[in-house]
């Protein structure tokens, strides 16, 4: 190899990597002016649906950012689309069979930002996994976790990260979708002996202070259903209330149930226990 060789050689490696680092720089440059843009908007934002818009819209801006650049930069190297074509072409075969769970992970957010089967802001359950969105990136989903080792409707402060292939292999339930309202109710036993009328009017007392303000609609409005069971009344109250409320409710609910029975004469909580009842007490009198 000639010296000329050696300085056209030399001169090709420093030129693609002076173009490289032009392109980071314009890359960072520009996430850094997204980022500040979006803090700004996010400050403003009020609703759910706005600041989920405005996170999912700036990651687009990046991503699109990131393309461009890329293209730009192996273009301006080749010098022509034949070329950039051929390299693309063995990058594309050689990432999609090494990466097929990530590129489907790619497929399951282009179909999140499309379908918006949820949003930030929203409670869903993928799988087993339950919790809040608050982040949505080309790879993985981040939920603040609802529950987990408890059996609650509060966060239980450990964040999840979801990779995006799995929207394609579970189910995905989206508890507030439409609205933040779920269906929830609160059962409670009363013997036989018991008066249920006045069992249903504890119910409807319990129900109207505590779900009565969330009846806004008419299909909203608390409902009160009784079963018949083996050794007791069972008295369901059926209500609405926000998913993020569900739990306080309840339980604010079932305490007030069990204050006011235990102080009324007519209704008894049924629970288990052996009763003995003598109805014929001439069988043990003494012969």
Same mark, same amino acid.
């Given at each position: 190899?000639? %010296?000329?060789? /050696?300085? =056209?050689? #030399?001169? $090709?490696?420093? @030129?693609?990597?002076?173009?490289?680092?032009?392109?980071?720089?314009?890359?960072?440059?520009?996430?850094?002016?997204?980022?500040?843009?979006?803090?700004?908007?996010?400050?403003?934002?009020?609703?759910?649906?706005?600041?989920?818009?405005?996170?999912?819209?700036?990651?687009?801006?990046?991503?699109?950012?990131?393309?461009?650049?890329?293209?730009?930069?192996?273009?301006?190297?080749?010098?022509?689309?034949?070329?950039?074509?051929?390299?693309?072409?063995?990058?594309?075969?050689?990432?999609?069979?090494?990466?097929?769970?990530?590129?489907?992970?790619?497929?399951?957010?282009?179909?999140?930002?499309?379908?918006?089967?949820?949003?930030?802001?929203?409670?869903?359950?993928?799988?087993?996994?339950?919790?809040?969105?608050?982040? %949505?990136?080309? /790879?993985? =989903?981040? #939920?603040? $976790?609802?529950? @987990?080792?408890?059996?609650?409707?509060?966060?239980?402060?450990?964040?999840?990260?979801?990779?995006?292939?799995?929207?394609?292999?579970?189910?995905?339930?989206?508890?507030?979708?439409?609205?933040?309202?779920?269906?929830?109710?609160?059962?409670?036993?009363?013997?036989?002996?018991?008066?249920?009328?006045?069992?249903?009017?504890?119910?409807?007392?319990?129900?109207?202070?505590?779900?009565?303000?969330?009846?806004?609609?008419?299909?909203?409005?608390?409902?009160?259903?009784?079963?018949?069971?083996?050794?007791?009344?069972?008295?369901?109250?059926?209500?609405?209330?926000?998913?993020?409320?569900?739990?306080?409710?309840?339980?604010?609910?079932?305490?007030?149930?069990?204050?006011?029975?235990?102080?009324?004469?007519?209704?008894?909580?049924?629970?288990?226990?052996?009763? #003995?009842?003598?109805?014929?007490?001439?069988?043990?009198?003494?012969?």
């Amino acid at each position: 190899m000639t %010296l000329l060789d /050696t300085l =056209i050689t #030399l001169k $090709e490696k420093i @030129g693609v990597f002076t173009a490289l680092v032009i392109a980071i720089l314009v890359i960072l440059l520009f996430n850094f002016f997204v980022q500040s843009v979006k803090i700004r908007l996010l400050k403003h934002a009020k609703s759910k649906a706005q600041k989920s818009n405005i996170k999912i819209f700036s990651r687009i801006l990046n991503v699109t950012f990131i393309v461009i650049v890329f293209f730009f930069t192996f273009f301006s190297y080749f010098g022509s689309w034949a070329g950039l074509g051929v390299v693309m072409g063995l990058i594309t075969a050689g990432l999609g069979f090494a990466l097929q769970k990530p590129i489907t992970g790619v497929a399951a957010w282009i179909m999140v930002i499309v379908k918006r089967p949820f949003q930030v802001g929203d409670r869903i359950c993928i799988g087993e996994v339950r919790g809040e969105v608050y982040d %949505l990136t080309l /790879t993985h =989903i981040y #939920l603040d $976790e609802i529950g @987990g080792t408890l059996d609650s409707s509060l966060h239980s402060g450990r964040n999840i990260m979801v990779p995006n292939h799995m929207l394609f292999e579970q189910n995905i339930i989206n508890y507030t979708l439409t609205n933040d309202y779920v269906l929830e109710e609160v059962n409670f036993d009363v013997t036989y002996e018991s008066d249920l009328d006045r069992a249903f009017e504890i119910a409807k007392e319990v129900a109207d202070k505590h779900a009565g303000q969330f009846a806004t609609k008419e299909k909203w409005q608390p409902a009160y259903r009784v079963k018949m069971e083996a050794s007791s009344m069972k008295v369901r109250i059926l209500f609405y209330a926000p998913i993020s409320d569900i739990y306080r409710v309840s339980s604010d609910m079932t305490r007030d149930i069990y204050n006011i029975v235990k102080k009324d004469k007519n209704v008894e909580i049924a629970y288990p226990h052996m009763e #003995l009842v003598m109805k014929d007490k001439k069988l043990f009198k003494k012969k």
